[in-house]
């Protein structure tokens, strides 16, 4: 078959199945499966078992349902309680200072999780009810709690980080580097949004009116001891090679479990919901992961890899004009499907075109990454407003919710172009790791 002919077929299917609300796994793992058999008939089927025993096998996934046990542990174990009390005890006078406090405890949440679900709930239980009570504007806080929640898409240990790393065949804690520094600054981003916002219509966010003595303030600190410590022990020992990915996601799963019982909430019953929530997203990621390598085998197998490339790279348009319209691509997916069958599904194809235009793949990481975070809020059917929707009082609408996120929708879109015309602030920590090692 010709590799025009392969490529309009399999990108016709492709787009088919999404249409149809196929699920990504069986749609990417279908083409595969139905090209294989046309093409090779079924002898070919020997390399979709090789292709799925080689990338099931492979040791840097092993971290995913690690990291991912490691969030719901986190999630149950009652540590955003304290955080919550710690950040209301400092900062709650401070006009918007509960929302920034959010986006605080959020990246917290988020350097020790891995995912953004963790975050989300957490705070959809604890800060939605409290800063609503406080008269704080809805709007204002649900675009917190979301914005912040998707925080742990960013900043690592990172799900979709580690996707993307085993698909681009790079480090996964030079990838974890790189999307520190962007990933704090987009906080930061946020909490000065909040915060000027708040100074300007102090009804956004109108200071608390209790005070607390400096022995109450500084008694609450003990909140951020064990967390910092999971963070160094988790970050710290990728980022100064101790530890691989994997090994490290098994100290912070421990760590985690040990975070439960520190606060009293390592019951059979919690473990039992962190477990099985844990199994279920895992089979999901990992089914996909499956279907989109045996599409990515039949997609370069056929030719189609070397024509999009060739064909793109020869256009009358600057290699930042592609970027931009990747880009665009990723923001547009990310409205209809969930962020790691978008990665599955663009990044097989995209990255020839990246390597080919002289792009590097680890600033390429953290623009798709800071791209996912925006889909996880992005209206219609971004996934952490469907979770916040599922812990919110019943008065909030989905319309609500949907109303609140689009100034943070905004900030992300303004860190996402910062981070494609300074790359230094990805490349920065990942070559200072480097030369330190």
Known sequence: ??????TTL???CLMGGIALGLPIAFVLAGIGVIFTLFLWGFQGFL????TGYDKGTDFILVALPLFILMGNFLEVSGMADSLYEMMYRWIGRIPGGLASGTII??????AMAGISGAATVSMGLIAVPSMLRRNYDKRAVLGTVAAGGALGILIPPSIIAIIYAALAGISVGQLFAACMIPGIILAIMFIIYLTIRCLIQPKMGPPTQERYTWGKKFSSLRAVFFPIILIVLVLGSIYFGVATPTEAAGVGAFGALIACALHRRLTWENVKIAVQRSFSISAMIMWIVFGSFCFSRIYSIAGASELLTSLVVGLDISPMGIIWAMMFIFFFLGMFIETSGICLITIPIFL???YALGFDPLWFGVLFTVNAEMDLITP???ITLFWL???VPPEITMGDIYNSVWPFVA???ACLILIMYIPGLTLWLPSLLTTMR
């Open 352 to 354: 020839p075109i990246v």
């Open 380 to 382: 219609p059917f971004g």
């Open 411 to 413: 900030i992300q879109w």
């Open 47 to 50: 390399m979709i078992a090789l």
């Open 1 to 6: 078959m010709e590799p025009w002919l392969a």
């Open 389 to 391: 929707k599922g812990v």
């Open 105 to 110: 405890i959020c990246a917290i949440f988020a």
């Open 10 to 12: 399999l990108f016709v």
